[in-house]
């Protein structure tokens, strides 16, 4: 089994340089958008697939790092300055002959692959004439694409050393991906001699189907025949497919198409070669919720294969677990493995409900806050003190429940992201708020809270800030209640009526303001 230990990219896409470890099992990849997620997966399917077709027909234009095109074009423009884009993928150490190698940019001994594209400088003095001539444009097409191992041993699609299918779900109804998805499923199940054998068996029937079937109407029809069609495109494999219950995958909805893909993917084979590495692109697209809980069952239970997984959904990101995750963020292209978490954490998130744990860990600031009144009313006294929305800002307002915070402050620890904790005392400022996360506050966390115990809830210290507000909206409707009882008692919809009604009046509890201030610093 072929198990991925790590990548490094130079001039791909949008990384200039990428560096990037695997865990042998599973790997989910989660980011911004265009952060590069994508491209990383594209970056591993197309060194393990060794096509150059598939290269040329993406073109080097699009693969290309468009920072180090534009660098080359406004120096000197001098044939050996000319950029290179490549792929390295350093497989776990087997020794294997046929992998091993110094052939690396790190020069030293190991298993893996590479996919290079460099100038072809047998026409060098081509090359040398389009860039001595400023007003041409860059010489994609005097580049050369190479598939090596480590050991410097070349490959192509047809003997490509690592075993690997690629799902996209973006993809999911594009007929030429599922023919492809089909072809490298097939291909990863064939043992040995079985792909000629199936191929030969496959023409031959169709020339049975000619001679026999056909012939009576061809006899009837002058000077013409009808054929069937021996070219590259109407082969074996571009006429198999995946059917369930006798109904091809092509009929089936999206998001089962999605479903029947990945699982068809993960099962067990009785092949003596089954795919290595599965990369799987977004699978929550299409999906329900129950099918999608179906299908993190599904892959968690597969632990012979390894998966990288790219993600925006919460849900598979905690459920999978937290420390397998890589994290991506569009302002930076180093990699953050999470494997640092602890375990009692990473099982937290597994099990708590659905959570915005994904939102907070791709923030650059955070203001956590403790429960629906709170969060209902946050972005109004965020605009009020700064006159901007929080997104305009950078920031991001989570509510957690009061329990949660450490564990989101775990993850604030680890990724240095700004979080401020806005929280009741619950009677015992002291204890609760300032030696309760004396472990955890620093220059990038803070936790603010009502320093008077007598004010033990955001409702107090809300209402003690604005008393004339309160009692104009809630007043008139009490008969037994007091506002403050009221409000206590009915926290979210006294919230949600404040926010209606009298958001412009309010004024945000002190420790609040405090946090929005200190969260802009």
């Not at 893996?112 to 060098?124: A, D, T």
Request: aromatic share 8%; proline share 2%.
């Amino acid at each position: 089994m072929g198990v991925l230990q790590k990548i490094k990219l130079c001039n791909f896409k949008r990384f200039q340089t990428l560096e990037a470890r695997f865990s042998p099992d599973l790997n989910v990849l989660i980011g911004d958008n265009e952060s590069g997620k994508s491209s990383i997966l594209l970056a591993v399917d197309l060194t393990l697939g060794g096509s150059r077709t598939r290269v040329e027909t993406l073109g080097l234009e699009s693969l290309f790092n468009s920072a180090a095109i534009e660098a080359f074009l406004e120096s000197d423009r001098r044939i050996e300055d000319l950029p290179l884009l490549s792929v390295e993928l350093y497989l776990d150490e087997q020794n294997d002959p046929d992998l091993n190698g110094t052939n690396n940019s790190e020069g030293r001994a190991c298993d893996g692959v590479q996919l290079v594209c460099s100038p072809n400088y047998l026409v060098s003095a081509d090359i040398a004439a389009i860039l001595a001539d400023d007003s041409s444009a860059f010489p994609f097409e005097y580049y050369e694409v190479t598939f090596n191992t480590f050991s410097g041993k070349p490959y192509a699609a047809y003997n490509r050393p690592v075993r690997h299918v690629h799902i996209d779900s973006a993809h999911i109804n594009n007929e030429y991906a599922t023919r492809e998805y089909i072809k490298d499923l097939y291909l990863a199940h064939v043992q040995g001699t079985e792909k000629s054998k199936h191929s030969n068996e496959y023409r031959r029937h169709k020339e049975s189907f000619q001679a026999d079937v056909l012939r009576e109407l061809n006899d009837r029809v002058e000077r013409y025949d009808f054929v069937l069609r021996t070219t590259g495109k109407a082969t074996l494999e571009s006429d198999l497919t995946i059917a369930e219950e006798g109904i091809a995958i092509q009929n089936k909805g999206r998001g089962q198409q999605c479903f029947i893909k990945t699982a068809f993917a993960l099962n067990r084979s009785r092949s003596s070669a089954p795919i290595d590495i599965l990369l799987m692109e977004e699978p929550e697209n299409h999906l329900s919720h129950v099918n999608m809980k179906r299908l993190i069952g599904m892959i968690r239970e597969r632990t012979e294969k390894q998966l990288v997984i790219a993600t925006h959904n919460s849900l598979i990101s905690t459920r999978l677990d937290l420390r397998k995750c890589l994290l991506l963020n569009s302002n930076n292209t180093a990699v953050a493995l999470l494997d640092n978490l602890t375990e009692d954490t990473a099982l937290f998130f597994m099990k708590a409900p659905s959570s915005n744990v994904l939102e907070f860990i791709l923030s650059q600031r955070v203001i956590l806050v403790e429960g629906d009144a709170e969060y209902i009313l946050a972005e109004a006294f965020f605009k009020k003190i700064t006159g901007h929305a929080s997104e305009d800002s950078n920031t991001h307002i989570i509510s957690v429940g009061g329990t949660s915070f450490k564990r989101y402050l775990e993850l604030a620890v680890l990724l240095d992201i700004k979080t401020a904790v806005v929280r009741d005392n619950d009677g015992n400022y002291q204890q609760n708020c300032v030696e309760g996360f004396a472990e955890y506050t620093g220059a990038n966390i803070q936790v603010f809270s009502e320093s008077d115990n007598e004010k033990r809830t955001f409702e107090i210290s809300l209402y003690a800030q604005n008393a004339p507000v309160c009692d104009a909206l809630f007043a008139a409707s009490r008969r037994t209640l007091t506002v403050q009882e009221y409000m206590l008692g009915n926290k979210a919809e006294a919230a949600f009526a404040l926010l209606l009604h009298k958001a412009d009046e309010l004024e945000p509890p002190r420790y609040f303001a405090d946090a929005i201030a200190w969260i802009r610093e």
